[in-house]
């Protein structure tokens, strides 16, 4: 069943998709960048551009998230939203705020930002993937809070499931730790302690936690397999994701000032991290093979399977490679990390975000699917944009394998800037690989706005 509530998402997908093109084209603009210094100087200098290029990230993923539980919450709870105003207001809130913010490091030095923001009267800006004013946070917060109320009185008036409890879960445990934004110690070592509260727990905790709500929503809405198998199989998920991810974070502890201990319980904790994501992948196919229906929307199949394989190899294979204190030795800060960020945030939440408005965006267009053509361009841009990010993943990873052995583990280790003279090749072909990502994102907007060969309706007693 549909609710007319529902529709307050699609305003969130469409900023989500428009604000992942801005992103994906600054981070081009870096690419270059590290093989030719002088690009965009000084309009766009590169530390300029990474911040743009992560700062869209996060917002981005945020409305992506907002936008599923709005779609989400009111079907799992049988109730139509409570307030959907307040959930308009707080899209143009967030969307004013998120670009106003994002003009700020354009146009504005940063310092002189910071002066102009009141970073004086509550320091929290100058950290990385935190650079957000003061003022910026503020209205996270702010619209954070909204959102939760919504959502959550939501969730208490109607019907409470697995599903929708997890992702409130997931949600509150985002709004609370992003308050560890706020605190900005002068001690460098505690200041990193409370910083990867931030990043750390999001993306390796809360998040997990939103993923596996949303995968297991589409999972029970393409499959039809029954309720009860899949939620739980995400009670097992979630509750290794956090035994795993919350005293993981130990292995960005080993190096900055921390007791010995984190080394150990670090490499231990995080080296089981890959389990969950495993255990996803499983469960996503799995439940796929047991499917008791054939959903004519078969790219958003395709899409919640290539999550669960993506992440797994990303967050998981990828994030293990470096992860143990005596290899992350030599490998920290280096181009394994960016390897691993890449395909880890592709797989895990880019893709999750793109599977719900697969799904999602036909239901609120009128349609259960979208038209054949459409299907076929977007599955084209998910084999594009999914390989792409593969041989950068892989580009960054012979370049971070090479950095390693010229500047930190070879008996005469040379300069940094040397190093990245020996290594540019595997730039340039991050660079090439990273506009077949932009042709494959391309391709997924154009999909939207594609008709042709409509696909044949599930029967009603499929749907039911």
């Given amino acids: 069943m549909q609710y007319r509530s529902q529709a307050v998402a699609k305003p969130y997908f469409i900023a989500a998709i428009g604000l992942f093109v801005g992103q994906i084209l600054f981070g081009l603009v870096m690419g270059l960048q590290y093989v030719w210094g002088d690009f965009l100087f000084p309009e ?76 004086d009267l509550l320091p929290t800006m100058g950290r990385e993937f935190l650079e957000q004013p003061t003022i910026t946070k503020i209205g996270i917060v702010i619209v954070a809070l909204g959102f939760l109320y919504n959502i959550g009185l939501t969730i208490l008036g109607g019907r409470k499931t697995v599903v929708n409890l997890v992702l409130l879960t997931g949600l509150t445990g985002l709004a609370l730790l992003f308050l560890f934004a706020f605190y900005n110690p002068d001690n460098l070592v505690k200041d990193k302690f409370y ?27 393409v499959t039809g397999v029954d309720r009860e198998v899949i939620e739980k199989w995400l009670y097992v998920i979630i509750a290794m994701t956090l035994i795993t991810g919350i005293i993981g974070t130990g292995h960005h502890y080993y190096w900055i000032g921390t007791p010995e201990y984190w080394q150990w319980w670090g490499s231990i904790f995080s080296a089981m991290e890959p389990i969950p994501f495993f255990m996803m992948t499983v469960f996503a196919f799995n439940m796929v093979n047991r499917r008791r229906r054939e959903h004519p929307n078969k790219a ?27 290899v992350n030795y030599y490998t920290h800060g280096t181009q394994i990390t960016a390897a691993h960020g890449h395909m880890a945030f592709y797989g895990a939440y880019v893709m999750i975000v793109l599977t719900m ?79 077949v990502f932009l042709i494959g994102l391309v391709l997924y907007v154009v999909s939207f706005f594609v008709k042709g060969g409509r696909p044949a309706m599930a029967s009603a007693a499929d749907t039911a």
């Fill in 195 to 221: 910083w990867w509260w931030v990043v750390h727990l999001w993306v390796e905790g809360v998040w997990e936690l939103i993923l596996g709500s949303i995968l297991a929503f589409v999972l029970i809405k």
């Fill in 357 to 435: 408005i697969s799904y999602a965006m036909p239901i609120l267009r009128g349609q259960e699917a979208s038209d054949e053509r459409s299907q076929v361009l977007e599955m084209w841009s998910f084999w594009l944009m999914t390989v792409s990010m593969v041989f950068i993943t892989l580009f960054l990873t012979g370049a971070g394998i090479l950095q390693v052995w010229l500047q930190r583990y070879s008996t005469d280790p040379i300069p940094f800037m040397a190093a990245q003279e020996k290594i540019a090749i595997f730039y340039w072909l991050r660079e090439i690989a990273g506009v």
């Fill in 44 to 119: 766009i200098p590169f530390n300029v551009a990474r911040m743009v290029h992560t700062n869209l990230l996060i917002v981005w993923l945020l409305f992506g998230f907002m936008g599923a539980a709005y779609y989400l919450v009111p079907e799992e709870s049988e109730r139509e939203l409570h307030s959907p105003g307040l959930a308009i207001l707080l899209f143009w809130v967030f969307l004013i705020a998120g670009a106003l913010t994002i003009l700020g490091y354009l146009l504005v030095p940063y310092a002189g930002l910071a002066k102009l923001t009141g970073n």
């Fill in 300 to 326: 958003a199949v395709l899409w919640a399977l290539g999550t669960a394989v993506m992440a797994f190899l990303g967050a998981g294979v990828w994030g293990f490679l470096h992860t143990l204190a005596p």
